[in-house]
């Protein structure tokens, strides 16, 4: 179990790390174009589609398992907190396997939509092509390693009680530096 | 089972799926999957959810939210703003109760620039409160007004709040970003205005602080403390100025951020790394609420449960001062158990064909509703605010002082926000101007 939380912690970081470079590009390549615009008369040809299509949705998709694994997705906990620690714990596991199920349904229909758009050469038609397949494959890779964190931990927080599921929990990022 | 009804079930069961701590998007995204399917069939369940998320991110308006929280991030993780509660306090510490005063000026300039009150009353809690309490300050005053005045950014710009709601409600951002300022102003004044009253009434609150600064000292303050007026005004005046849109000023504000780091030789390595992976995050965090509030716009949409609510609103009598009242009473009970970006995307698809049908302008309507987001934050018994005041304290000073601290800066809210539905004119005298 151990070996198989650290190889999904390193792909989510992996995907993050990808994530991370998207958004660092994304604010270049819109500086260049308010640059571009302002000085030299125009914008980039196809720059903001390359930035919608591509950069966005890898930012937003591909750090899908990394938020789950720091358990940082947006949840309230007023309810929960009032249960007794038995029924808090069944509903740890139940909300947990609720989004592993929700995830594993995304993650199959985007996947058949990205082989899809992959075997029709998918492209977009603006003042210029732009090959638009390989950006939806940013989706099934995001809400894979969300399915996978989320069993990960329901199985936790069904095994180990002392799981804690809020940010500030140890587990969130047992290796701090 | 009626389309209305099913809208109303699936809505209803996506609540307490929330409760039950299951993800908000994930509750939302789930719901209104099963709801379409009832209302039309499998196929076209599946059809919206395996297209609503590549179209609805793909979109080049919504770039501005990871920009902005990356400018934010790379300002807090820069310490660009750890200087700022020190010149304010300089400038400021002759008042009574000046200190808290300098907070609030600290806490709104600081909010405005980072787009998250989380952060702000984080960071502010180290810095301010245990400064306030050397000097005998009541310790309700002295953590109540960071928690309060760490809100203040959602109404001043540039805020994330309103760029999502500007994309649902479909309106202008910048116009949003105008009309926020002065109600965000009069906020940050009447908090100033209150703890001053309150001081000078009753001076054993916040006892006179016996400090003199020497001019060198005030000089070496307004040098400390520049970068973040310069960006929060650089990307403020090129908005207005239209050198570029509020989706860019985002990325334009990010890159300023790293270029003031630099010049003030905060930039590194770690810094840059910390402020990306907050930021994503965030975007990551954010955008899945985002989803599941598309999903469930597309339901109710579908089930007509929004014109439902319209008919039955204006069966009453319908002006649109009950429309508005009703949202506050909504707001206000919502944001006792909800966080902000959580309430505004989760109502959204339901009040705004209602406000569209009673015919509110949806700019001043944006900006009554950020408020009572504000106000949201530092209620009980969630008060998102507060809590992050008290784990930033530690022992310091135990929860309920906090809350009872807050009362007083949610009362003066509460005629801010009175002021506002008042008078339109506060929130939409900036936009005209623009415009012309």
């Known amino acids: ?177 | 089972m009626d389309n209305v009804t099913i809208g109303a079930v699936a809505t209803l069961i996506g609540l307490f799926l929330v409760a039950l701590r299951v993800q908000i998007g994930v509750a939302l995204g789930i719901v209104s999957f099963f709801g379409i399917a009832a209302i039309l069939n499998m196929r076209a369940a599946w059809g919206i959810v395996t297209a609503v998320p590549f179209n609805f991110v793909g979109d080049w308006n919504l770039t501005a939210v990871p920009m902005f929280l990356l400018m934010g991030y790379v300002a807090f993780s820069a310490d660009l703003t750890s200087s700022l509660f020190r010149a304010m306090r300089i400038l400021l510490s002759r008042l009574p109760g000046g200190l808290a005063v300098a907070s609030v000026g600290a806490c709104a300039m600081l909010a405005a620039a980072s787009g998250s009150s989380v952060a702000t009353s984080a960071a502010m809690a180290r810095i301010a409160t245990p400064e306030m309490l050397r000097f005998k300050y009541d310790p309700g005053l002295a953590s109540g007004v960071i928690a309060s005045s760490g809100t203040l950014g959602s109404l001043i710009p540039p805020s994330i709040l309103m760029v999502l709601y500007g994309y649902f409600a479909e309106v202008s951002i910048a116009q949003l970003f105008m009309a926020g300022f002065l109600p965000g102003l009069l906020s940050a004044v009447l908090f100033a205005g209150m703890i001053i009253t309150r001081a000078t009434l009753n001076p054993s609150l916040a006892p006179p602080v016996e400090e003199s600064f020497s001019r060198e000292e005030k000089m070496e303050a307004l040098r400390e403390v520049w970068p973040m007026p310069a960006l929060i005004l650089g990307v403020l005046s090129g908005i207005f100025l239209g050198w570029f849109t509020p989706t860019e000023a985002g990325a334009v504000g990010a890159l300023l951020a790293m270029v003031l780091a630099t010049v003030r030789r905060r930039m590194s390595w770690a810094v840059l790394r910390d402020a990306v992976t907050r930021t994503i995050t965030g975007t990551a965090g954010i955008f899945m609420v985002v989803i599941g509030t598309v999903l469930l716009g597309r339901l109710m949409a579908l089930s007509g449960l929004p014109n439902a609510l319209a008919d039955f609103m204006l069966s009453w009598g319908g002006d649109q001062l009950t429309a508005i009242l009703m949202v506050v009473v909504l707001y206000l009970i919502l944001g006792m158990f909800l966080d902000s970006i959580g309430i505004l995307l989760l109502t959204l698809p339901i009040i705004l064909p209602v406000t569209q049908t009673v015919g509110i302008d949806l700019i001043w309507f944006g900006i009554i509703l950020i408020k009572l987001l504000e106000i949201g934050l530092v209620t009980p018994p969630v008060g998102l605010n507060v809590y992050v005041m008290k784990g930033a304290l530690g022992t310091l000073v135990p929860l309920p002082t906090i809350f009872r601290g807050v009362g007083w800066f949610i009362a003066t809210d509460v005629v801010t926000l009175a002021i506002i539905i008042a008078f339109p004119i506060l929130s939409l005298w900036l936009p005209s101007m623009m415009l012309q």
Request: proline share 6%; aromatic share 10%.
């Open chain 1, 1 to 177: 179990m151990k070996l198989i939380e650290q190889g999904l912690r390193l792909g989510c970081g992996a995907l993050a790390a990808l994530a991370g470079i998207a958004l660092l590009l994304m604010m270049v390549q819109t500086v260049l174009d308010v640059v571009m615009r302002n000085f030299f008369g125009g914008p980039i040809e196809g720059n903001l589609e390359i930035m919608s299509i591509y950069h966005m949705v890898a930012l937003v998709f591909l750090p899908l398992g990394f938020v789950e694994m720091r358990h940082e997705h947006i949840s309230v906990e007023l309810v929960v907190r009032l249960f007794p620690s038995w029924l808090r714990r069944a509903t740890e596991v139940l909300a947990y396997l609720v989004a592993a199920v929700f995830f594993a349904l995304l993650t199959r229909q985007t996947w058949l939509d990205a082989v899809k758009a992959f075997e029709i050469g998918e492209i977009l038609m603006t003042s210029m092509l732009i090959i638009v397949w390989p950006a939806k494959f940013s989706l099934p890779l995001g809400f894979g390693s969300v399915t996978l964190a989320c069993l990960l931990h329901a199985w936790k927080a069904g095994t180990d009680p002392d799981f804690d599921p809020t940010p500030t929990s140890p587990d969130a990022s047992p290796d701090p530096s």
